[in-house]
């Protein structure tokens, strides 16, 4: 990294921003029974990818993301990189900076350096469990009611792996915008809850 005279990181000029489709989605269900319960669970996984986060970007300007503080603390730091020494040549980089001095050249948004806050957006979650009860045969006898289930299920359960430190790689721009591959102040992904009553006749 060519970094500025002063020891500070310095931008190209070009924005690069992610490309969140995935190289492989695999999705994985198993179902186990007993008697008359049923439990299945899906797991799936996105592998591949890219996704800027805008609210990392920000928290970092701001001081505020972990990524800020190196084992509770804020000390200098010397950037890797060189800096140039005149007519094409080049020395390893010696200036300290802060913390603060390092972050607020990195920029904030597509007019920073964007390349600093660009992830690999794999990703692997549970995405659903369900667990089912078939009601017994004796208990529905004598009704038009052939068959019967009762069922609970949960959807976006657990996000297992990601490398986003806390933000939802399926996160988007914004609701009903056709914009991927980056986020900025997104919501993550809704958990939700569902009770299901199946009869068959």
């Known amino acids: 990294m ?3 005279g002063a020891g500070l990181p310095q931008g190209t000029g070009d924005t690069l921003l992610g490309n969140q489709q995935a190289k492989h989605i695999i999705g994985l269900t198993n179902k186990f029974s007993y008697k008359h319960f049923s439990l299945s669970v899906l797991l799936d996984a996105s592998l591949g990818g890219k996704m800027y986060s805008f609210t990392l ?22 950037v890797a990189g060189v800096v140039s020494t005149g007519a094409n040549t080049y ?16 920029g904030t948004g597509n007019t920073g350096i964007t390349e ?9 979650r549970i995405r659903n469990v369900q667990l089912s009860y078939s009601l017994p045969k004796s208990m529905i006898s004598g009704t038009p009611v052939q068959r019967a289930s009762l069922a609970v299920s949960c959807n976006n359960v657990w996000l297992i792996s990601s490398h986003m430190h806390g933000i939802d790689p399926e996160s988007s721009y914004a609701t009903g915008s056709p914009a991927i591959g980056f986020e900025s102040g997104s919501v993550p992904s809704t958990r939700t809850y569902y009770v299901t009553l199946s009869l068959g006749f």
């Open 2 to 4: 060519i970094l500025s």
């Open 57 to 78: 970007s920000s928290m970092e300007t701001a001081g505020t993301a972990a990524a800020t503080v190196v084992n509770g603390k804020r000390d200098s730091m010397v």
């Open 116 to 124: 600093s806050n660009l992830y690999n957006a794999s990703n692997i």
């Open 91 to 106: 020395a390893p980089n010696t200036t300290r900076i802060s913390p603060q001095q390092y972050w607020t050249a990195l």
